[in-house]
């Protein structure tokens, strides 16, 4: 039988029951019935699947999971059991992955700029591989130097992703020996490079290019003496369809493995996919909590919106597939919103649905990344429960 899980992040609960994607309309009545709405779905069946595609289109390269996505305990156990690695950024990351059972040695710390407790707290666990792009950030990790590892952050700007990860972190290449050099200085240990080219990437040419800058700073640094590097961390950013569909997994990353087979020997290459593997898995279900007509529209007001589960919109960029329940072929120009008193708690204004009435359901679709992790209680009003649905594999079916 399918575990759900549902959790507050501070407690978890379970009972037995099953669904296979995309899941019926009664199915989801159920589900509202007995956990309420709002109710964010988290399916562990997609998030393995997610996982074994990535792993497919870059073999030999080890996955580690970016938790900021979704930080879920049941999506951390799922992942673990697959033999996935992790990407933390912070000491309540570290917490989580404790929580699971996780390695300390399948783990690293990517972000690139630390308090001296989030370096302790991280080595306290068992973490060793760390992140930094300027002489400032190596200066901390001077105490600790006999214990942790360094991977330097480059910075590559990509001109087609909505989120450009390099615009606030990362050393540009041609600094990169200079800060090797000094690092050397200071006693650090630098075990190779890293980059983020940005999420939601369209195209993979600038992970190409990174790819290439890197080797040819590799082969200039070993040149140089500095023969201890022996890892690249190659980032996150693998793109997912929302309502716009975008280029499969398996072409976008066949020019990635073609740069990566001029990887000097002894190269280890590691990735930090988090929206990848997380979007795909969540379905947001919310209810109309009231209705009215304004300049020719309705307008739906639901109990959740972008100061909860559609919080991406705003803070991730993304568009979301959303449609709901009620099946009437008459549709009319709407206006969905949210719960807040806030006029910015609009989710949709551009959307044709059947007129709906108070307790009727709205679905929003690939809702896995950056929703509930950056949802709020603003208003005082309670964020979406998290049910994660499939969480042992053998709740796997076909058809």
């Given amino acids: 039988m399918t575990k759900f899980v549902a959790s507050n992040r501070t407690r978890d609960t379970q009972t037995t029951e099953r669904m296979v994607a995309p899941y019926t309309p009664l199915e989801l009545e159920s589900l509202v019935a007995r956990y309420g709405s709002p109710l964010m779905i988290i399916d562990c069946d997609i998030i393995r699947a997610q996982y074994r595609a990535l792993q497919a289109a870059l073999p030999g390269v080890d996955l580690h999971y970016a938790l900021k996505p979704l930080p879920e305990l049941a999506v951390v156990k799922t992942l673990k059991d697959l033999g996935c690695f992790f990407d933390l950024a912070s000491s309540g990351e570290v917490e989580l992955v404790r929580r699971a059972g996780v390695a300390p040695e399948r783990c690293i710390h990517t972000h690139p700029i630390k308090t001296d407790s989030d370096i302790r707290d991280a080595m306290r666990f068992g973490v060793r591989t760390f992140v930094a792009d300027n002489v400032a950030e190596l200066g901390k990790f001077v105490r600790h130097r006999k214990r942790c590892d360094i991977l330097l952050r480059i910075s590559f700007r990509a001109e087609d992703t909505p989120v450009d990860l390099s615009k606030k972190f990362g050393c540009e290449p041609q600094a990169a020996l200079t800060l090797l050099d000094t690092a050397k200085r200071l006693g650090l240990r630098v075990v190779g490079f890293s980059f983020h080219v940005g999420s939601q990437t369209a195209t993979p040419g600038t992970y190409v290019r990174a790819i290439e800058t890197c080797i040819d700073l590799i082969d200039r640094a070993r040149a140089a003496g500095h023969l201890g590097l022996a890892l690249l961390d190659i980032g996150g950013g693998f793109p997912v369809s929302y309502r716009e569909p975008m280029m499969d997994i398996e072409s976008f990353c066949v020019p990635i493995r073609a740069a990566l087979s001029a990887m000097p020997k002894g190269i280890r290459v590691i990735a930090e996919p988090g929206r990848f593997i997380a979007a795909p898995s969540g379905t947001c279900v919310s209810s109309v909590v009231g209705r009215a007509e304004r300049g020719g529209r309705w ?52 959307i044709e649905l059947p007129l709906l009435e108070a307790g009727d359901l709205v679905v929003g679709r690939v809702m896995g990344a950056y929703n509930s992790a950056s949802a709020t209680d603003f208003n005082f009003i309670p964020r979406a429960r998290v049910l994660a649905i499939n969480v042992t594999a053998d709740a796997v079916t076909a058809s």
């Fill in 299 to 350: 307008w739906f007001y639901l109990d959740d919106g972008v100061y909860g589960s559609f919080s991406g919109q705003i803070y991730d960029h993304a568009i979301y597939p959303i449609d709901c329940l009620k099946t009437d072929s008459v549709r009319v120009p709407a206006v969905l919103a949210g719960p807040t008193c806030d006029s910015i708690d609009v989710i949709d204004e551009t």
